[in-house]
């Protein structure tokens, strides 16, 4: 995915993510389901991401994600509960982040020929350090937060944001610069 190359429907590809998308249904299940400790969140995590995510990563569950394989999380990122990623596209967190409550964030989009609508257009999404994303936001394909910015509650980030920034609405605009004494 990481090409942002259509996959088609019924493509070798496309067969791939829906048994990634089985796997990720039964990881998510074991984190979801039941009380996991944080160090078996991060172990389910880095099961989940196919990579060690570090021990200071946290997470309230429950928590959604179409693949998993496809999240990459820096240190000290939390998640807080009922967030959905949709990341076969490719999703980063950096350091010290914090993504609140029912956030989505999408990494794909369908082709608007309606003959090819099942066809996917992967974009990935990336999250700097430290940015804070408010509860109930969605941010859509293609995505830069830079650096230190913050993304208010229920906001609809359609375009990338600036670091040390300030951005709120639908679609999110940037109302303020945070300044760094």
């Known amino acids: 995915m990481a090409t942002k190359e259509e996959i088609c429907d019924g493509s070798e590809m496309f067969v791939i993510f829906h048994k990634l998308s089985q796997e990720a249904l039964k990881i998510t299940s074991e984190i979801n389901?039941?009380?996991?400790?944080?160090?078996?969140?991060?172990?389910?995590?880095?099961?989940?991401?196919?990579?060690?995510?570090?021990?200071?990563?946290?997470?309230?569950?429950?928590?959604?994600?179409?693949?998993?394989?496809?999240?990459?999380?820096?240190?000290?990122?939390?998640?807080?509960?009922?967030?959905?990623?949709?990341?076969q596209g490719g999703i980063e967190i950096g350091d010290g982040s914090l993504i609140g409550h029912n956030t989505t964030i999408a990494t794909l989009n369908h082709d608007f020929n309606p003959d090819k609508r099942a066809n996917l257009h992967p974009s990935p999404v990336k999250i700097g350090k430290?940015?804070?994303?408010?509860?109930?936001?969605?941010?859509?394909?293609?995505?830069?937060?830079?650096?230190?910015?913050?993304?208010?509650?229920?906001?609809?980030?359609?375009?990338?944001?600036?670091?040390?920034?300030?951005?709120v609405g639908n679609p999110a605009r940037v109302i303020k610069q945070i300044e760094i004494k």
């Open 33 to 87: 389901n039941k009380y996991n400790t944080p160090e078996q969140i991060v172990e389910l995590f880095s099961k989940l991401t196919g990579t060690q995510v570090d021990k200071s990563f946290r997470c309230f569950p429950p928590f959604y994600t179409d693949c998993g394989k496809n999240i990459k999380i820096g240190k000290n990122v939390f998640i807080n509960a009922c967030c959905r990623f949709q990341d």
């Open 130 to 167: 430290n940015v804070w994303i408010g509860s109930d936001c969605t941010i859509l394909p293609g995505v830069e937060i830079g650096d230190g910015a913050v993304i208010g509650a229920g906001s609809v980030v359609t375009k990338n944001i600036p670091a040390n920034s300030i951005a």
